[in-house]
C-alpha cells in the first residue's frame, strides 16, 4: 500500500450482494478480510467496534496522520459503530444476514449465518495456543525447508495465515447464504473457520510425501525447492524475474532465452530433479546470463516462448505494471482525513455486476447515529 495522489476510486452501487448485511464483532485481520470481499461486492458491511476501535487499527504502516493503511485496506466501503447499548446490539444482530466473530465472542441466540474464525477450532490438541502468522507456517511444515543452509529458516513476514483464513470463511459464509436465498435452509447456522487448517492447502504435497516416506528433505539453500528447479526469484540487470521451469520443451527454450545452448540436451538436465542435482553448475550461469538482461524483456520473450516467467516488481515499480493497471489491480482507499492510499482490489471479478475498486474507510463511530437510539 501507498499513498498516492489523484487516482480516484469507482464506487458501484447495487452489487452482486446488496441485499447483504454483515455484521463483524471481531475486527481482527480473518474477519475484516472476509468481510471486505462482501463489502467490495455491494453488501453492508457494519463493523461493531469498541471505544478504542478495531484490532486492525493499530497496524503498521501509518499515515502521516497516524492512521493504519493495513486497516484502510481492510475497511473500505464498511460502516463503523460504537458507543452502542446491548439493546442496540441485538438490534443490529437480528438484521444481520451473517454475522462475523472470533474465539472472544460469546455465543448468543440468533437467526443469521455465524461464521466464528479461530486460530486453532474450539476443540482439539492446539485449541488454547494464542496464535499468530508464523507459527502457522512453522506447524503446518513450510518453515524448515526455506532460507540459507546455515542457521534458522526464514520466516516470512505479514498476515498471509490470516488473509487466507478470512478468504476461507468468505466462501464458507457466501456458500450457505446462496443456499438460504434458494431455500435450502431457514434455520440458524454456525460456522468455524481454523486458521492454522486454512494455511494447510499451502503446503502442498512435500508434508504429505514427508508422511508417507519418512524422509525429511534438508534445507537446501535460497531459490532451491526440490524438486523443482529452477523456482525462484532471481534478480536482473535492472529488476526481479520468478523463473518456474519444469518440463523438457520448457527447459530448452529456458536455455535458448539465456543463451545457454552447452545446457539444452544434457541428459541429466532433462528433469528438474536432474537439474537440482547439478545446481551448482547451473545456477551460476543462469544468474550470469540474467544479470545481462531485463526483467521485463525477459519476460515478454518468456510468455512468446512459452516459458513460465513472471515480473516480480518492486515496491517503486508496482503500480506502473501494465498488466496492474490494464486488470485495475489496485483501487483507491479514502480516509476520513483525506488521505488517499492505493491498494489491491478485489481477487477476483463479476462483470455484469462489477466490485468496487476502493472506496471511503469510515471514522471510529461515523455511522453510530444511523444504528444507534
Known amino acids: 500500500m501507498a499513498v498516492t495522489e489523484g487516482h480516484g476510486y469507482t464506487s458501484r452501487m447495487g ?84 454475522i462475523l466473530g472470533d474465539a472472544q465472542t460469546p455465543t448468543f441466540d440468533h437467526d443469521a449465518i455465524f461464521t466464528r474464525v479461530t486460530w486453532y477450532g474450539s476443540s482439539g490438541p492446539y485449541a488454547h495456543y494464542v496464535g499468530s502468522d508464523a507459527q502457522c507456517f512453522a506447524l503446518n511444515a513450510m518453515l524448515p525447508n526455506i532460507g540459507h543452509v546455515a542457521g534458522p529458516p526464514l520466516i516470512p513476514t505479514g498476515y498471509q495465515a490470516q488473509i487466507v483464513a478470512g478468504k476461507n470463511a468468505y466462501v464458507a459464509s457466501l456458500t450457505q447464504l446462496l443456499g438460504r436465498k434458494l431455500g435450502n435452509t ?15 492447502c499451502l503446503t502442498e504435497v512435500g508434508v504429505i510425501g514427508a508422511y508417507n516416506t519418512g524422509l525429511t528433505p534438508t534445507r ?33 527454450a529456458f536455455c535458448d532465452l539465456l543463451d545457454m545452448p552447452d545446457f539444452k540436451h544434457v541428459d541429466l538436465f532433462q528433469t528438474a530433479v536432474g537439474r537440482l542435482e547439478a545446481v551448482d553448475v547451473i545456477e551460476p550461469v543462469i544468474r550470469e546470463r540474467l544479470l545481462t538482461r531485463k526483467a521485463e524483456a525477459l519476460f515478454y520473450a518468456g510468455q ?70
Not at 463489502?39 to 469498541?50: H, I, K, L, R, S
Not at 539453500?221 to 529488476?239: A, E, K, S
Not at 476502493?358 to 444504528?371: D, K, M, R
Request: some cysteine; hydrophobic content about 40%; glycine content about 8%.
Open 15 to 98: 452489487g452482486a450482494l446488496h441485499d447483504i448485511t454483515v455484521v463483524d464483532l471481531a475486527g481482527n485481520i480473518a474477519t475484516s478480510y472476509c468481510a471486505k470481499m462482501f463489502a467490495d461486492y455491494g453488501a453492508q458491511v457494519v463493523n461493531v467496534e469498541p471505544t478504542e476501535g478495531f484490532s486492525t487499527r493499530q497496524l503498521a504502516p501509518f499515515t502521516a496522520g497516524g492512521e493504519s493503511a493495513m486497516h484502510a485496506y481492510l475497511h473500505t466501503n464498511k460502516k463503523s459503530v460504537s458507543g452502542y447499548s446491548a439493546n442496540d446490539l441485538q438490534d443490529l444482530l437480528d438484521d444481520a444476514s451473517l
Open 304 to 373: 512468446q516462448a512459452r516459458i513460465p516467467l513472471a515480473r516480480v516488481p518492486t515496491m517503486a515499480e508496482l503500480f506502473q505494471v501494465d498488466q496492474f493497471q490494464q486488470r485495475q489491480a489496485f483501487g483507491e482507499a479514502r480516509l476520513s482525513d483525506g488521505t488517499t492510499l492505493a491498494v489491491p482490489s478485489v481477487p477476483f471479478r463479476l462483470f455484469a455486476t462489477p466490485p468496487n475498486f476502493g472506496g471511503p474507510v469510515a471514522a471510529l463511530g461515523e455511522h453510530t447515529a444511523e444504528f444507534v437510539g
Open 220 to 252: 537446501m539453500g535460497i531459490n532451491r525447492f526440490p524438486p523443482t528447479y529452477p523456482l525462484g526469484v532471481f534478480p536482473c540487470q535492472d529488476g526481479w524475474l520468478g523463473l518456474t521451469v519444469l518440463t523438457p520443451g520448457q527447459w530448452h
Open 186 to 200: 431457514t434455520s440458524a447456522i454456525d460456522i468455524e473457520v481454523s486458521t492454522f487448517e486454512s494455511m494447510l
